[in-house]
């Protein structure tokens, strides 16, 4: 569904990824794993857009998408949650979710997607008519999920879905990404820092260090993983 060959990506001067390969089949959760500055969120932005690739392939369902703008990328079906949620503050919950189907014209799907949405995040329903930037972090959270949702996504870009929130609502937000592969359907690429819930759901993950992937397996074969244990499990 999704291969990445050799990409290089620059901030500058900085090589922030280097010969970076990996593929997502349809219907995988795939995890991007490493520390803090390893280039995660550098390889969803590259994939989505939002930063240039310098020099390599990424394609997309047989198509090669880089060096397309991000709402190019949007309407293949890629479609990401950015990290810090990055809602729209001023606006209702209802107007963002509008906004995640801003491309889209057929409002009786629309509609369909909203109640989905809502069957999803009950709490979104309820708050609906009330400012985005009022909801507290998992809400907002929920919200950012639900207006990618909305945009009616075929590989679905996580950036750090559980940070800066409590073990509770961690848990189901994990519960609602398997859901969302499950049962939606939806291919999933997940980058997270809490190692140990991502590979708890995901089918294979890769691992990323100072740029460059060193390791990919299976998820529950990295799991057992000795190295992986050590540097990202806290065992």
Same mark, same amino acid.
């Given at each position: 569904?999704?291969?990445?060959?050799?990409? /290089?990506?620059?901030?500058?001067?900085?090589?922030?990824? !280097?010969?970076?390969?990996?593929?997502?089949?349809?219907?995988?959760?795939?995890?991007?794993?490493? @520390?803090?500055?390893?280039?995660?969120?550098? $390889?969803?932005?590259?994939?989505?857009?939002?930063?240039?690739?310098?020099?390599?392939?990424?394609?997309? !369902? #047989?198509?090669?998408?880089?060096?397309?703008?991000?709402?190019?990328?949007?309407? =293949?079906?890629?479609?990401?949650?950015?990290? #810090? =949620?990055?809602?729209?503050? *001023?606006? $209702?919950?209802?107007?963002?979710?509008?906004?995640? @189907?801003?491309?889209?014209?057929? %409002? &009786?799907?629309?509609?369909?997607?909203?109640?989905?949405?809502?069957?999803?995040?009950?709490?979104? @329903?309820?708050? =609906?008519?009330? &400012? #985005?930037?009022?909801?507290? #972090?998992?809400?907002?959270?929920?919200?950012?999920?639900?207006?990618?949702?909305? +945009?009616?996504? %075929?590989?679905?870009?996580?950036?750090?879905?559980?940070?800066?929130?409590?073990?509770?609502?961690? *848990?189901?937000?994990?519960?609602?990404?398997?859901?969302?592969?499950?049962?939606?359907?939806?291919?999933?690429?997940?980058?997270?820092?809490?190692?140990?819930? @991502?590979? %708890?759901? +995901?089918?294979?993950?890769?691992?990323?260090?100072?740029? /460059?992937?060193?390791?990919?397996?299976?998820?529950? /074969?990295?799991? +057992?993983?000795?190295?992986?244990? %050590? &540097?990202?499990?806290?065992?």
């Amino acid at each position: 569904m999704l291969k990445i060959d050799n990409i /290089n990506t620059y901030y500058g001067n900085i090589h922030a990824l !280097q010969d970076v390969s990996l593929e997502i089949n349809e219907g995988e959760i795939i995890t991007l794993i490493g @520390a803090n500055g390893a280039g995660k969120s550098t $390889t969803l932005m590259s994939v989505s857009g939002v930063v240039p690739v310098r020099s390599g392939s990424i394609r997309f !369902q #047989g198509e090669e998408i880089s060096g397309m703008d991000p709402d190019q990328v949007v309407t =293949r079906g890629l479609v990401q949650v950015p990290e #810090g =949620r990055r809602i729209f503050p *001023q606006l $209702t919950v209802r107007e963002n979710l509008d906004m995640g @189907a801003f491309l889209r014209r057929d %409002k &009786a799907e629309i509609a369909k997607d909203l109640e989905y949405v809502y069957e999803l995040f009950p709490r979104l @329903a309820d708050r =609906r008519n009330q &400012a #985005g930037g009022t909801l507290s #972090g998992g809400e907002q959270q929920m919200l950012a999920i639900s207006r990618a949702l909305m +945009a009616r996504p %075929k590989l679905l870009l996580l950036d750090e879905p559980s940070l800066g929130l409590a073990p509770l609502l961690v *848990q189901q937000i994990f519960e609602i990404i398997t859901r969302i592969n499950t049962e939606g359907g939806v291919s999933i690429f997940l980058v997270e820092q809490n190692a140990h819930m @991502a590979l %708890k759901v +995901a089918h294979r993950g890769y691992v990323l260090e100072t740029g /460059n992937v060193t390791l990919s397996d299976t998820a529950a /074969n990295l799991a +057992a993983d000795e190295d992986v244990k %050590k &540097a990202y499990l806290g065992l």
